[in-house]
């Protein structure tokens, strides 16, 4: 992946994103996303695979057949912890 090194102004400004974003000229037009870097995640800021999949237990499920579960539990399981699905 490419990447874009931003001035100390822009970067302070980056900072105080904490969503992902569009980037608009002046005119309208996109010019790309930005999407921030989420502190409370450490794997975000390091670039290792999420945390929330399990290889062993995907190896185990496949092994002795596959434990179904909700959609809600699904997403419970997926989202940030402490955030309500």
Known sequence: MDYFTAEESLAQQLSRIDQPTEFRDSTGKVLGHFLPVDMSRPN??????DTRFDLDQAERDLKHGLQGQSLEEFWKKMSPAGQDV
Do not use: E, L, S
Request: aromatic share 0%; glycine share 16%.
């Open 44 to 49: 975000d800021c390091d670039g290792n695979t």
